[in-house]
């Protein structure tokens, strides 16, 4: 049989594309602020990450010109030879003292972030623990490690300790994101973190959506709950309020210098690039001196849900800037969403596997950057697209 017979048959994607109800992949021929250019024609982008609207901050563009202009374009090996710059031990000192951690460690990606870190803490006889919501890079983690992996029921914490009850005394590490990215609640850490003191677990946040975003200084989600130095490790993206690429995590000393020597994702691929490490780094700068933006975004997000919940809409458990529009049928989905792409509005329609049969959704993501204006004309058309489809 020929391997690729597989691919001869795929034909999902052919058959959405050409009944006009094909949502990926469009090309973006502007810069990722509130508002995107696709093929000549401006809209509201409410599909995006870039919770503090930092892409086109002047800082940040003139910080990669600048590293571009001393370090190249690129450092042409791994962090573990020859791709180690100055400024990857800048920002990771900065990192940890950022999060109030003993050391940080920066990787070219968060998925490979998540990849690197739980394939190489979780060994053999370990059990890793998981919410059934978590990202795909936690669960492709788990799957290359050589521990046992188990699940809990999203946010149950009678589930979860049903969980821990059956692990006895092995090596546990419980994993949860802190703002789930689909549904835009949040982890309960409190409880979480109860239960792994009870067991003998330790705690893995994926802060992916919440850095710059949750708490008071926008440490994320242990933060949020006062709970900084009771989690044992967090990671993050560089790819949301951070407007670059990469990933980092930050933990104890030794866990750190363990993942930095044996992490075959950190060892074998090359190393950030001096352009997207120098953003991070003026980045970083920004979270902590205006505070104001992650105010503004909340503000925007409360506006959202409200006008949202007051429409009618399902917007499921969500607490952040990351609203689902939940629709159930994945058909209705696509043709909501291709109606609000015909009005000029940019979101994203998730459907299974990324999301539980039968919880087709919508989903709206938020920025400090996006004008009143902007998120009216955004309610206005999810009133007349929800009314026209029944939905409302």
């Not at 400090?368 to 309610?379: G, I, M, P, S």
């Amino acid at each position: 049989m020929d391997i690729f017979e597989k691919c001869f048959c795929y034909t999902a994607a052919k058959e959405a594309r050409e009944s006009g109800y094909y949502p990926y992949f469009k090309p973006i021929e502007s810069g990722q602020g509130s508002q995107v250019i696709i093929r000549g024609r401006r809209m509201i982008m409410i599909g995006s990450n870039n919770y503090l609207g930092l892409t086109s901050h002047p800082k940040l563009k003139e910080a990669a010109i600048k590293a571009v202009e001393k370090y190249g374009s690129g450092c042409t090996g791994s962090r573990f030879l020859n791709g180690t710059l100055d400024i990857h031990e800048e920002l990771e000192a900065k990192l940890a003292e950022f999060m109030g951690k003993e050391a940080a460690l920066v990787f070219s990606t968060g998925f490979q972030t998540n990849l690197g870190t739980i394939s190489t803490v979780v060994g053999r006889g370990d059990i890793v623990i998981t919410d059934r919501a978590d990202h795909a890079s936690i669960l492709d983690g788990c799957r290359l490690s050589f521990g046992k992996l188990m699940k809990f029921k999203h946010n149950d914490m009678e589930d979860l300790e049903r969980v821990l009850k059956t692990c006895g005394k092995k090596g546990k590490l419980i994993i949860v994101d802190g703002i789930f990215s689909m549904e835009g609640d949040i982890a309960d850490l409190p409880n979480i973190v109860k239960l792994a003191k009870r067991f003998g677990a330790r705690v893995m946040v994926d802060d992916a959506h919440s850095m710059g975003v949750l708490g008071e200084n926008g440490r994320g989600t242990a933060e949020h709950f006062d709970l900084m130095d009771e989690v044992d490790i967090v990671m993050a993206t560089f790819s949301k309020s951070f407007a670059s690429i990469g990933g980092f995590v930050v933990a104890k000393e030794e866990v750190i210098d363990f993942i930095k020597h044996n992490s075959r994702a950190l060892i074998f691929s090359a190393s950030p690039p001096p352009a997207s490490v120098a953003v991070v780094l003026a980045a970083l700068e920004i979270i902590k001196d205006e505070p104001e933006r992650r105010r503004k975004l909340w503000e925007n997000a409360r506006m959202m849900l409200e006008g949202f919940k007051g429409m009618g809409f399902d917007t499921g458990t969500s607490q952040t800037p990351v609203v689902p529009i939940i629709i159930g049928d994945q058909m209705k989905t696509f043709i909501f969403w291709r109606q609000l792409f015909n009005e000029g509005i940019f979101a994203n329609p998730a459907i299974p596997p990324a999301v539980p049969p039968g919880r087709s959704l919508i989903r709206t993501s938020y920025m400090a950057t996006h004008t009143k204006d902007e998120l009216n004309r955004v309610l206005e058309v999810f009133g007349k697209v929800g009314k026209d489809l029944g939905i409302i």
